[in-house]
């Protein structure tokens, strides 16, 4: 597959302004559309200006956006006020990442989230991001394509220096939460394989069923009434990109 890198990408030229955060994974279902939707409703609840993409066909994202705007405004007819706003694009096909450049500058925070495999479009636009996420689940069927996605990432920081790299577990079980976050930092810290761009972040996302909560109405877990236990392990994912964007800065 044959990737070229966007004329003109410089992502972290102006960062502090135009954060682009993309969620990917080589495996289907691993949460990064739960990821990417939760993550673009905190950052607009902050009062940045949010841009939420697609490259996916499925229509995860777009149909939770759909929903998202149905509900606002109901929310504005019963006089309970608007959701914060998240702007939406759904932008495929080999020239995604050259499209996106142009809009990138009008918003504070775009979120990019791509399909569960290897892409043209996961691949260009790991070109025009500052930080890469990827959720993993414990288990080996997940782990496995681990490896094939340090490569890419690998290769991406050859045009993309900047791309800073962090995995999450996603779906650990209550009770081996710190045992699978333990797990993957030995898994991509082992002697004969490191992959040495990853990091492991320190949120953990339990299983919960309560994930299901609010995405039928296009709402983050956060936005959801009465406080659950997804919606502070999401949150603290939101902190953790928060301490990235800080780290980031301070580096440049
Ligand atoms: N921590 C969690 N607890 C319970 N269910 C979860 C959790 N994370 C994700 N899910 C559920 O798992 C399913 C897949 O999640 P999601 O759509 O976010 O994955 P994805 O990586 O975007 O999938 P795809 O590769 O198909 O795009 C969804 O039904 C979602 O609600
Ligand atoms: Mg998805």
């Known amino acids: 597959m044959v990737v070229q890198s966007p004329l003109n990408a410089q992502p972290n030229a102006g960062a502090a302004n135009s954060w682009v955060v993309l969620l990917g994974a080589l495996k289907g279902g691993s949460g990064k559309s739960t990821a990417a939707t939760n993550l673009a409703a905190q950052f607009a609840s902050e009062g940045r200006r949010t841009l939420l993409v697609a490259t996916d066909p499925q229509r995860t994202t777009e149909n939770w956006i759909a929903r998202r705007r149905i509900t606002s405004a109901q929310r504005v007819k019963e006089g309970k006020g608007a959701l914060p706003d998240i702007a939406f694009m759904s932008q495929g096909g080999e020239y995604a990442a050259e499209a996106l450049l142009d809009f990138l500058p009008n918003y504070d925070v775009t979120i990019i989230d791509t399909g569960g495999f290897d892409s043209v479009e ?12 990827s ?22 920081k050859i045009n993309n220096r900047g791309l800073v790299s962090r995995l999450f577990v996603n779906q650990a079980a209550p009770t081996s939460m710190a045992t699978s976050k333990q797990e993957l930092r030995e898994l991509i810290t082992d002697e004969e394989r490191p992959m040495k761009e990853f990091e492991v972040l320190d949120t953990v996302l339990v299983n919960r069923v309560s994930h299901w909560d609010g ?38």
């Open 122 to 133: 996961f691949r260009s636009c790991l070109l025009i991001s500052h930080i890469f996420l």
């Open 135 to 156: 959720p993993i689940k414990p288990s080996a069927f997940d782990t496995d394509t681990l490896g094939k996605l340090h490569e890419t990432v690998r290769q991406a």
């Open 215 to 252: 995405a039928g109405q296009g709402l983050a877990q956060f936005e959801v009434k009465g406080a659950s236990k997804a919606a502070s392990e999401l949150t603290s994912l939101y902190l953790d990109v928060h301490k990235l964007f800080d780290q980031i800065s301070a580096a440049s």
